[in-house]
Each structure stands twice: as structure tokens, then as C-alpha cells.
């Protein structure tokens, strides 16, 4: 009895502390302002722009091909273009690695297909454990693929002045080496959207 006529009161006191509250709210928000305080400015910092001059260098070459792309595939972008700057690579080689990546897979992080797949490759880059790119768990990582495809890329002696298909290929040794280039301009597209975001 004593219990339930102590949470009445505290409940009373609390309620009664909540309605104040309430009431003085809306009172205290028009109150005359203090001539102490001056107003603040809200600044949104605008991110510097990609310069896109540095994202085809060379123009794109022939017929350019785009794709619409969903979540998961604009994830995969962010994703090269994350593990670009942790490689502290520029925008280049993330349109590079990009492009590429739009030909090799479509920016899919693809499984093994079965029938359809292509010797053992796998993932983003289409990269393949049994020629050395390392275990599928690792192929399949957005993050380690890019890091791989981009240590082949630095080992390439002129790569970032290279028309792209040509860095690309140097890399990949695909059976179709003037594909990459279709996906210049998409690459590109991509990196001046999320390098700075």
C-alpha cells in the first residue's frame, strides 16, 4: 500500500514537472532574444571538384558504352575508388581500374558461374587464383582485387600516360584488349562523383 501511494506521488510529481515543462516550452521558444547573442551562419563547404582533365588525359577512344548501374554496382565503384586512395593512387588510376572493372564484370563482385565462367575468375577484375591473383576469398574482396589490379598498374613503366586500354590490358592480358576503352567516359563519370564524397 505504502509502495503504491509513493509511485502515485512520484508519478504526480513527475507529471505535473512534464506538463510545466510542455507549457513553458512554447513560451520560452517566442521569448524575446538575449542581446547578448548573435546569429550563427551555417557554411556548407562546398568538396573541391575533380579536375577532369586528369580523368582522360587522352580523350576516350572509339564508340563509349554505359550501363545503368544499381546499389550494388555503385557500392563496387566506391569501393575501387576507396581502395584507390588507400593505395595512394590518384583519380587516374581509379577511372582505370573502374573501366576495367565495367568490362571484366560489370562492376559485379561475380562467383564462380559455372559453366559460363572463364577459366576460374572471379570477382570485380575477373581475376583468376590458379594464375597467381590469390585465394577466392580474397579475388572476391573489392578491396584486395583493386590493390592487386593496381599493383600490376604500377608496375607498368608510363602507365598513367597510356591511353587506358592500353594500361588496362597490359594488366588483365585479355583476350579482347580494345574493349576497355568503351568504359572510359562511364569510369570517369563515376570518379568525379564519389572521389571527393
Not at 6 to 26: N, Q, Y
Not at 98 to 105: D, G, H, K, R, V
Not at 139 to 158: C, H, N, R, V, W
Request: glycine residues 8%; negative net charge; proline residues 5%.
Amino acid at each position: 500500500m505504502k509502495n503504491t501511494m509513493l509511485r502515485k506521488s512520484v508519478l504526480g510529481i513527475a507529471g505535473l514537472a512534464f506538463t510545466t515543462g510542455v507549457a513553458a516550452g512554447p513560451i520560452a521558444a517566442h521569448a524575446a532574444p538575449s542581446h547578448d547573442m548573435k546569429p550563427v551562419a551555417v557554411v556548407q563547404a562546398d568538396k573541391p571538384a575533380v579536375d577532369k582533365a586528369k580523368l582522360i588525359p587522352h580523350g576516350t577512344q572509339g564508340a563509349q558504352s554505359h550501363i545503368a548501374l544499381d546499389d550494388e554496382q555503385t557500392n563496387n565503384a566506391k569501393a575501387i575508388i576507396a581502395a584507390t586512395k588507400k593505395s595512394g593512387l590518384d583519380e587516374r588510376a581509379a577511372v582505370i581500374s573502374i573501366a576495367t572493372s565495367l568490362q571484366e564484370s560489370k562492376l559485379e563482385n561475380l562467383g564462380h558461374l559455372g559453366d559460363a565462367n572463364d577459366h576460374d575468375s572471379l570477382g570485380l577484375f575477373q581475376q583468376r587464383p590458379s594464375s597467381g591473383w590469390g585465394t577466392p576469398e580474397q579475388i572476391t574482396d573489392p578491396e584486395y582485387s583493386t590493390m592487386a589490379f593496381q599493383k600490376g598498374l604500377k608496375q607498368i613503366d608510363g602507365w598513367h600516360d597510356m591511353p587506358l586500354t592500353e594500361a588496362a590490358q597490359t594488366v588483365q592480358v585479355s583476350a579482347y584488349p580494345d574493349a576497355y576503352a568503351q568504359w572510359e567516359q562511364q569510369a570517369a563519370d563515376l570518379v568525379a562523383q564519389y572521389w571527393n564524397s
